[in-house]
């Protein structure tokens, strides 16, 4: 995770479009960029019943899936470049 800025990626069912987003490292606007396209797929026909995001954590990403968990959102965190390979058993789910 970086401190300047976060570039976020999605896969909206009943959306054509795959957007990116770069934001500025804020985790409430994380959360209603999430909740922006949850709606785009519930405009789409689609209703989604659980919203998933993986990242790499780096350094000391580890709070902000904490922090999502704590708001609805399942979230994985995998250790950063420099760590290794981020086999499964080095990442976090919930």
């Given at each position: 995770m970086s401190q300047s800025s976060w570039l976020v990626a999605a896969i909206i069912p009943g959306v054509e479009r795959q957007p990116v987003k770069k934001l500025a490292p804020d985790e409430a606007g994380l959360l209603q960029l999430l909740h922006r396209w949850r709606d785009e797929a519930k405009k789409a026909g689609?209703?989604?019943?659980?919203i998933a995001v993986a990242f790499e954590a780096g350094r000391d990403g580890f709070w902000l899936a904490r922090w999502l968990r704590g708001h609805g959102i399942?979230?994985?965190?995998?250790?950063g470049e420099g760590r290794g390979d981020p086999s499964e058993q080095h990442c976090r789910f919930a």
């Open positions: 689609r209703n989604i019943n659980r399942e979230a994985g965190a995998c250790p």
